[in-house]
């Protein structure tokens, strides 16, 4: 068998962008969390979001917009892009 070692934890700072989709609107949400799923729960959680909410992970933040959002793990912000 051969020797292999697992990799590094990896501790930079990770994000999430998770749209909310009602009857009325669009919006997106930045998420500190390395995890999907709690993502998604945060979110729903800070959106108050029912069974008429379609929460959607997007995709990953880039470390500028962490940076830019002063992101902290946890933390659940609205999101705009910005040119």
């Not at 994000?15 to 945060?42: C, E, F, M, P």
Request: aromatic share 6%; glycine share 8%; charged share 25%.
């Amino acid at each position: 068998m051969p020797n292999v070692r697992p990799a590094p934890p990896d501790n930079s700072p990770k994000g999430w962008l998770v749209s909310v989709q009602t009857t009325k609107s669009l919006d997106r949400y930045a998420v500190g969390t390395n995890d999907i799923g709690d993502a998604h729960a945060l979110v729903a959680e800070y959106c108050k979001a029912g069974l008429s909410h379609a929460v959607r992970p997007e995709r990953l933040l880039t470390d500028g917009e962490i940076d830019r959002l002063q992101l902290k793990h946890g933390e659940v912000k609205p999101f705009a892009y910005t040119p």
